[in-house]
């Protein structure tokens, strides 16, 4: 199948996820944060998660700067990676709905938060961070381009090892005993292994 074709499946999910977000992001600005353990290395990793999952897949598709790092996977691998997508996205629009106002995209707590444990967050307790990792991987097939591909997991991981640990240091000095009895019986991002 010809690459632009790949472009274009690739930015229509891009722009999907980014619709779903978008009503959660808009009520997030009106809510009131009681506590913000954001710190500026936080801020710093988000700069550099929006290279990996924004600037760098974005030159590839509307530039062939980084065209000498295409890989020329076969077309069977990136359906895969196409396919994956649709699912990832279910589970993204779910996850939202789930954690509702809860939701923020940095590590702190809002007025009147709640502990959610319901629906993907009965599986493991960051499905969000799960939805962001196959995004990732499939952000890499369907683009097939090495840069796109590396830059996008090695931005995420450093941005994933480092809050997780604050997050849920957080949400313990939170709810106390319940997301530790809640941590006890989940995972982290992948059910039952991870
Ligand atoms: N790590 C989660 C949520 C990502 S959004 C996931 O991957 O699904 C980040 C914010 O969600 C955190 O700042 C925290 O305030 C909130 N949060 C994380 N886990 C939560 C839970 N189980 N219930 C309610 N809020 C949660």
Not at 96 to 120: C, F, M, Y
Not at 134 to 162: E, K, R
Request: proline fraction near 5%; hydrophobic fraction near 50%.
């Amino acid at each position: 199948m010809e690459e632009i074709i790949w472009k274009i499946i690739y930015v229509v999910f891009w722009i999907s996820s980014g619709l779903i977000r978008m009503p959660h992001g808009k009520r997030y600005k009106k809510t009131i944060k009681k506590k913000s353990v954001a710190t500026s290395r936080e801020i710093v990793n988000i700069s550099l998660v929006s290279i990996g999952m924004m600037l760098i897949p974005m030159v590839y598709v509307f530039s062939p700067w980084l065209d000498s790092f295409n890989m020329g996977l076969p077309d069977w691998a990136r359906w895969i990676g196409a396919v994956a997508s649709v699912f990832a996205l279910i589970l993204f629009w779910q996850v939202h709905k789930t954690l509702g106002r809860n939701w923020s995209p940095v590590t702190e707590i809002r007025e009147d938060h709640k502990l959610v444990t319901a629906g993907p967050y009965r599986y493991v307790r960051h499905p969000m961070y799960t939805y962001i990792w196959i995004w990732l991987i499939c952000q890499w097939l369907m683009l097939s381009n090495w840069v796109v591909g590396i830059v996008g997991l090695l931005t995420w991981s450093i941005l994933f090892f480092t809050r997780l640990p604050d997050e849920e240091k957080m949400m313990i000095d939170e709810f106390g005993q319940k997301y530790i009895d809640y941590m006890k019986r989940t995972k982290k991002v992948v059910p039952w292994v991870y």
